[in-house]
């Protein structure tokens, strides 16, 4: 797998990426500090779940994408099952929260 954030180069790879088995989609703009903010720890979730296809969505970009998946604004995290969100996270107000959200979504099999 990748360990690594996938910067998605078009709609075609994100139509393939949605459909795997672990997707983390982080739709980001710009203009979003928050978003820059929150980058770091979104390349660290990339690297210590490499099992896990992080993909960073520009909103712009892919506004259609952010249209279907009711994705308003940036920065916004969805964890992802063969197409299906199983949890969106649209703040980040405590980011080490989102290795708790890894472990639940994409590890632990109890959720």
């Known amino acids: ?26 739709f980001t703009a710009p203009w979003s500090g928050q978003a820059h903010k929150i980058a770091p720890i979104v390349r660290d979730l990339a690297r210590e779940y490499p099992d896990v296809h992080v993909v960073q969505l520009d909103w712009r970009q892919y506004e259609s994408a952010a249209k279907e998946l009711n994705v308003n604004s940036a920065p916004t995290l969805l964890f992802m099952k063969r197409g299906v969100v199983k949890e969106k996270v649209e703040t980040t107000m405590r980011p080490y929260l989102l290795y708790d959200k890894m472990d639940k979504n994409f590890v632990l099999k109890n959720y």
């Not at 360990?3 to 997707?23: F, L, N, R, S």
Request: neutral net charge; proline residues 4%.
């Open 1 to 26: 797998m990748a360990g690594h954030v996938i910067i998605c180069p078009k709609i075609e790879a994100w139509d393939q990426y949605k459909k795997e088995d672990k997707v983390l989609a982080f």
